[in-house]
């Protein structure tokens, strides 16, 4: 293919300077013929591609195409390449060669991108007040305690009103999930109609064909709870919550830009809500003469009112360690010895864990994240300490126990003594039924008193403990004396003499 500006240097090379056709065709190295017809033209060349045609795939074709626009829908990262196409091919029969199915593809999708522009164009939806909600995660990165780490952001956005609510959490799990829609629906003052979501993993067990889903249970509990419909969006259709889509980059511009920092979580998210109640003041991009919080005032009362707050827990069933320890995540949480070896259940929560058997809570621990780390309660090992009273001293469970002053005082004194540990771990089992703060005041008047051991205080423990002692006497009024003795040291010597009369 020649350019214009070589085509114009061959008509000024022959009807300028007056060169003979061969000697051009020479110097451009182009052939006689080609010389010939561009010194008829006057118009930039337009070059049209012949139609393709693809004998070699013959019947085939037409089951290449219904595959190739079977999977146009689906989302890139689930479409097959050329080659696992053409070994579909090959199971129904073909014999021909790759190269020919690859040429079609590449062809196929060459059109697809030349196609109208009507096809992607959208029609502008509107939602009636107190019926949609949509539901997005984005990821970001923070400061927390001086640290900067990646996190995951839950995305609220109310279609009508275009009220937002975005909590932060450091992963994206199923118990995240469920808490985020706790506090929405707190935030929010009440439960939408529809709740519409990506096909998220944590929502959505199963992708069917067309709407069809199969939501996970615990998440149709949630839904159950609250009276909302769940809908998940088509597959590579992000325009059908394209409100809460739009809203991740904003809020990543608004909020997270430069990098916020934070102590903690707890910190970060009472700032969120707090910026949220602060951007209802822009105009609503729906209605530009109002604002958003005078629509979402038009709003709230449409939606449906919380009577009770979801228990969002997933529960895992896990057996206890012979070190009283359950493993969840990475991390280990303590449980009471007596429970060793048993398999119970334990509750999850975006911040919490109960360990619950036989119906009943029987630990409690505040969940953390990262790897490795233990979670004790030394009252757990109790009975163990019972039976083991040495291994008070080194017990990974009592290195960093946090005590009361006075009762660090009263073991560092105990431990220093003959079967000190054992008299300490007698103090504990008697304190565990008192409470830490009646054993605190025990040892507080033991180390007044200036004699520490195992009996005193214990003996002030009992003290304590003890019932108060009724001041006054309720007499029936028939025992009152009718008249009462009067005072009269005579009558003793009246004893002596003999002399008593009554």
Known sequence: MLFMDFIAEIRR????????????ARSLKLSRTTVRKHLLTTEEPVYRRKTRTFPKL???QKCLTEWLEAEYQLPKKQRRTAQRL???????????AYDSVQRYVKHWKLEQKMTPAVTKAFIPLAFPPGETCQFDWSEEFVELGGIGRKIKVGHFRLSYSRKMFVVAYPCETQEMVL????????????????????????????????????????????????????VACTPAAGWEKGQVENQVGNVREWLFTPRARFADFKELNVWLEKRCEE?????????????IAECFSEEQPLLRPITAQFDGYIDHLLRISSTCLVRLDRNHYSAPA??????????VTADHLRLVADGEIIAEHERYFGRDKFIFNPWHYLPVLERKPGALRHGAPFQDWDLPESIKKVRDQLLKQPKGDKAFVEVLVIAKEAGLE???????????????????????????????RVKTLTTVESLLLQVEPTADCSRYDSLLSGRYVH
């Open 13 to 24: 090379r022959h009807f300028v300077s007056g060169e003979d056709i061969s000697s051009i």
């Open 438 to 468: 009646a054993m605190e005041t025990a040892c507080t008047l033991t180390l007044e008193s200036g004699v520490i051991n195992a009996s005193v205080i214990i003996n002030e423990l009992r003290r304590i403990l003890e019932p108060p």
């Open 86 to 96: 053409f070994e579909g091919l090959q199971v129904e029969g073909y014999r021909g």
């Open 58 to 60: 013959g019947e085939f």
């Open 179 to 230: 808490d985020a829609h706790n506090k929405a629906f707190v935030f929010f003052g009440g439960v939408p109609l529809r709740m519409v979501y990506d096909n998220l993993k944590t929502v959505v067990d199963t992708v069917f064909a067309g709407k069809e889903r199969k939501f996970n249970r615990r998440f149709l509990t949630l839904a159950n709870h609250y009276l909302f419909e769940p």
């Open 279 to 291: 951007l209802a003041g822009r105009k609503n991009p729906g209605q530009k003469t109002r604002t």
């Open 338 to 347: 007596i429970w060793v070896g048993k398999v119970i259940s334990v509750r």
